[in-house]
C-alpha cells in the first residue's frame, strides 16, 4: 500500500522546554520524521524556546545530537538532517518573567499558522499562557498545546484549566495524551464505525465483558519520587485506560467533529458507576529478597503508592449495563502489553460436545507490541477424530498486513500535525478531564481514608492474586499477559 502524504499548511511552532526530556525525546525526532517525509511545508518554522541562554548554532548543534541519537536512521542522511535543522531557532525565554518575550514575537510570522507547545512543568502553563497574551504573541486562532498531567485531582484540574482558559479558548487548548495518537487507538473508531460487522454486536446483549491492560515490564526506576506522588491510578487509570474505554464504549457520533466525538466520550465517563473498595485491587512491586522493590525505587520505605492497580468498572446506560470493563495496569509485570479485550458471550444453546478450556469468542485489539487486531473464533477440529473443537485466531498484525505505511509513527508525529491542522479529535476536552477526575476522586480518597495498604505481588508476574480472584469470582478470567 503506498503511502499518502498531505501536506500541512505553512506555521510557527514554537516549543517551550525545548532543551528537555520530552522535547528532545518525541516532539523534535516526531517534527524531523514528518519533515524527511515530506509532510512539512518549506515555509514551516520551529522555535525552541527555554530558560538557558544560548546562541542559535549551539542550539541546533544541540539539536543535531538530539536527532543523531533519538532518531539516527534519518540522520545518517546528513542533507535531510540540515534541511530540518534549518528550520530552528532558538530564543530563551523565561516563562515567569521578562526575558525573551519581544524576541520571540518578533521572530513570528503573520499569516501562518501559530502553535505554543508547553513542554514544561504544569506549574508554568499558568505563567506561560498569560505572557503569550499579556505581549500579544497569542493571536485569537493561534493553539496551545499542553502535556499531561492534567492536575492531581478535580480541584487541581479545574484550576488549571482556569488558568488555560483565562488566557486561551477551549477551541485553541490541545491537551496531549499520546494514547489517542496511536494507531490502534484511532483504528478502535474506523474498526466500530466504519464497519457493519461490529456494531450490532457491540453492546451488553453480545458482549459478557470487557479487559482493558496495560502492562509494562520496567519499574519506576529513575523516576521513582515523582512516580511516588501519583500511582498507578492517577498515572495511568485516570487519562489514558479512561481513554481507551471510552473509546470502546462510547456511542457513535453523529459525525467525525471533534467536539461531537468528545462529547460522545464526556457521555461515557459520566455513566460510570461508583466502584466499591471490594472491586478495586491495587497493588506494589516487592523483591524477594527486598532489592528491586518498588519502595526502593520510589526512594519511601513506608509508601502505599500502588504501583498496579485493578478495577471492575460498570457503566450505567443502556448499551453496558451488565457488562464490566475490567482495567488493569501496573509496572513490573510479566510483559510490555497493551490490549483491549472484547469477550463475547456464548452462544445461547450448545449443539457441540463441551470443549475443555474453550475461552469463547473474543475480540482482541492490540496496542503493542504490534499493534493489530486478533479475532479467536472456535472451529471443528481438524482430522477424523469425530466433531471436537478447537479455538484458533484470525490474525492481522498492521505491519504485516500494511507494510511500510503501519510502521508504527510516533504518536507525537500524528498529534503534532493534528494541531498544525486544527484538529482536535484526538485531544481531551476540558470537562473530559474534569469527568474523568470526579469519577477517579472517591476511588482515591476512598483507600487513601481507609489507609489501606497495596497487596505485594513478583516482579515479572501478573500482579497481586487478588487482581486474578477479581475475576474467577464473576467465573472469568483475565488473558494472560505475554
Ligand atoms: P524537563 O526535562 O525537566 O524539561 C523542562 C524544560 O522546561 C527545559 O527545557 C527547561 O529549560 C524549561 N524550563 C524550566 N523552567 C523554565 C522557565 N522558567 N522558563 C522557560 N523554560 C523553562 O521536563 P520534561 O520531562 O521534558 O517534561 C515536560 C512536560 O512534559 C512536563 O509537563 C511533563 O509532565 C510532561 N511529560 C513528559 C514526559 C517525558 O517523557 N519526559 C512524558 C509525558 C509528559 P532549561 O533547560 O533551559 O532550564
Redesign the pocket.
Same mark, same amino acid.
Given at each position: 500500500m503506498v503511502s499518502r502524504v498531505i501536506p500541512v499548511d505553512p506555521f510557527d511552532l514554537v516549543i517551550?522546554?525545548?532543551?528537555? &526530556?520530552?522535547? =528532545? =525525546? *518525541?516532539i523534535l525526532p516526531g517534527l524531523f520524521h514528518r519533515f524527511a517525509v515530506g509532510q512539512m511545508p518549506a515555509d514551516a518554522r520551529i522555535i525552541g524556546?527555554? =530558560?538557558?541562554a544560548m546562541a542559535e548554532d549551539a542550539f541546533r548543534e544541540q539539536m543535531r545530537a538530539t536527532l543523531t541519537e533519538f532518531a539516527p536512521d534519518l540522520s545518517t542522511q546528513t542533507d535531510v538532517l540540515d534541511g530540518f535543522l534549518a528550520k530552528i531557532s532558538y530564543v530563551? +525565554? &523565561?516563562?515567569?518573567?521578562e526575558q525573551g518575550w519581544t524576541e520571540l514575537g518578533e521572530k513570528l510570522r503573520n499569516g501562518v499558522t501559530r502553535a505554543f507547545y508547553?513542554? +514544561?512543568?504544569?506549574a508554568?502553563f499558568g505563567?506561560?499562557a498569560a505572557n503569550l497574551n499579556a505581549h500579544g504573541i497569542a493571536t485569537p486562532d493561534s493553539r496551545l498545546v +499542553?502535556? *499531561?498531567?492534567f492536575g492531581h485531582d478535580l480541584a487541581s484540574a479545574k484550576a488549571l484549566n482556569a488558568d488555560l482558559r483565562h488566557s486561551f479558548e477551549e477551541h485553541q487548548i490541545y491537551r496531549?495524551d499520546?494514547y489517542l495518537g496511536k494507531e490502534t487507538v484511532q483504528n478502535l473508531m474506523a474498526l466500530r464505525f466504519a464497519n457493519s460487522l461490529w456494531e450490532p454486536l457491540w453492546n451488553s446483549t453480545h458482549v459478557d465483558h470487557v479487559q482493558i491492560t496495560v502492562a509494562e515490564r520496567l519499574g519506576v526506576e529513575g523516576r521513582g519520587e515523582y512516580y511516588d506522588r501519583s500511582g498507578a491510578m492517577r498515572d495511568m487509570v485516570q487519562n489514558h485506560l479512561m481513554q481507551l474505554l471510552c473509546l470502546t464504549a462510547m456511542e457513535p457520533p453523529s459525525r467525525l467533529h471533534p467536539n461531537a466525538v468528545r462529547d460522545e466520550k464526556v457521555k461515557v465517563i459520566e455513566a460510570l458507576e461508583p466502584v466499591p473498595q471490594a472491586d478495586i485491587i491495587r497493588g506494589q512491586y516487592r523483591d524477594r529478597d527486598g532489592s528491586g522493590s518498588y519502595r526502593d525505587h520510589a526512594g519511601d520505605a513506608k509508601s502505599n503508592t500502588e504501583s498496579f492497580v485493578a478495577l471492575k468498572v460498570n457503566i450505567g446506560n443502556w448499551r453496558w449495563a451488565g457488562t464490566p470493563f475490567y482495567l488493569r495496569t501496573g509496572k513490573k509485570l510479566r510483559a510490555r502489553t497493551s490490549e483491549i479485550v472484547v469477550m463475547f458471550r456464548d452462544p445461547p444453546h450448545m449443539i457441540f460436545p463441551k470443549m475443555e478450556g474453550r475461552r469463547g469468542n473474543a475480540l482482541i485489539i492490540r496496542l503493542q507490541p504490534d499493534e493489530g487486531i486478533t479475532l479467536r473464533t472456535t472451529i471443528k477440529e481438524p482430522g477424523p477424530g469425530g466433531m471436537r473443537l478447537a479455538e484458533v485466531t484470525l490474525d492481522m498484525t498492521f505491519a504485516d498486513a500494511l507494510g511500510e505505511q503501519a510502521q508504527a509513527q510516533d504518536a507525537y508525529e500524528r498529534l503534532i500535525m493534528d494541531v498544525i491542522r486544527g484538529d482536535q479529535t484526538l485531544f481531551m476536552r476540558g470537562d473530559e478531564v474534569e469527568a474523568a477526575w470526579a469519577w477517579a476522586d472517591p476511588i482515591i480518597s476512598g483507600w487513601e481514608e481507609a489507609r489501606l495498604a497495596p497487596a505485594p505481588y513478583d516482579p515479572g508476574s501478573s500482579g497481586p492474586e487478588d487482581a486474578l480472584m477479581l475475576l474467577h469470582r464473576d467465573g472469568r478470567r483475565w488473558r494472560e499477559i505475554d
Open positions: 517551550f522546554g525545548a532543551t528537555g &526530556d520530552l522535547a =528532545r =525525546r *518525541k524556546a527555554a =530558560r538557558s530563551c +525565554v &523565561d516563562a515567569t518573567g508547553l513542554s +514544561v512543568s504544569p508554568l505563567a506561560l +499542553v502535556e *499531561k498531567p496531549i499520546h
